[in-house]
Structures are given as structure tokens and as C-alpha cells.
């Protein structure tokens, strides 16, 4: 079994790892991983004690009572290159990636 694999300029290969999931429990919901992703697959999102997930605003700092936390979610899965850019920034180890199986 082989992975999608791209071939860069020099020849090189390179195996992207694209995003599965996003661990709820130790995000902070900083923004960091929001910021760095320039394909729009990822959404904060407020999350209340019994894990329902509510829309929220990246931008608002006020701390609503509807929800207890925010978390970053993966709303358009299907736009990642599998950069692994937010990996790298996150500081919580949220992010689980792999590599597409041909
Ligand atoms: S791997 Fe790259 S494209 Fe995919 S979600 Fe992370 S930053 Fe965005
Ligand atoms: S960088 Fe990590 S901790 Fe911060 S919002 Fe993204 S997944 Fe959550």
C-alpha cells in the first residue's frame, strides 16, 4: 500500500499528512492553528458542558455564558494540503494527521 506523494521541483518527494482530528479536551482555543492555515478548513467553535458545539465569533474576547469553552474544530475537512502548519504552531499537541492511503 502507498501514500499520495508529491513530487517536488528538485525531485524530491513529499508525503503530505492531511488533518483527522482535533483533540477537544486539551484545546485551548488560541487561534494560532486558525491563523497559520491559509485553506480555510478550520472553525472556532464555543463548547458547553455537554460538548455541543455552538458558533462563535474568532474575534470576540468576551466569554459568553452559553458555552464553557472554545475549541478549534475541522469544519471543511476536504480543503487540506496537509501542510501540517497547524501542527507545528499549536502549543497543546491538539492535532492528529495522516498520510492519504492509495
Ligand atoms: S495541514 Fe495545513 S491545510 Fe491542513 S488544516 Fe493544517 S494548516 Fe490547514
Ligand atoms: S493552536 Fe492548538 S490549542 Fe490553539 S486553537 Fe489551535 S488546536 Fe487549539
Redesign the pocket.
Given at each position: 500500500m502507498g501514500f499520495a506523494t508529491i513530487i517536488m521541483p528538485d525531485g524530491r518527494t513529499w508525503v503530505p499528512k492531511f488533518v483527522l482530528e482535533?483533540n477537544k479536551e486539551?484545546?485551548?482555543?488560541?487561534?494560532?492553528?486558525?491563523k497559520v492555515c491559509g485553506r480555510e478548513v478550520l472553525q472556532?467553535m464555543g463548547m458547553d458542558e455537554d460538548g455541543e458545539l455552538i458558533q462563535v465569533d474568532i474575534d470576540d474576547d468576551d466569554d459568553d455564558d452559553e458555552y464553557e469553552k472554545k475549541?478549534?474544530t475541522v469544519a471543511n475537512g476536504q480543503n487540506c494540503i496537509g501542510c501540517e502548519a497547524?501542527a507545528r504552531?499549536?502549543?497543546?499537541k491538539?492535532?492528529t494527521h495522516a498520510a492519504m492511503a492509495l
Open positions: 482535533i486539551k484545546c485551548i482555543g488560541c487561534g494560532r492553528c486558525f472556532l475549541v478549534m497547524c504552531i499549536c502549543p497543546k491538539c492535532y
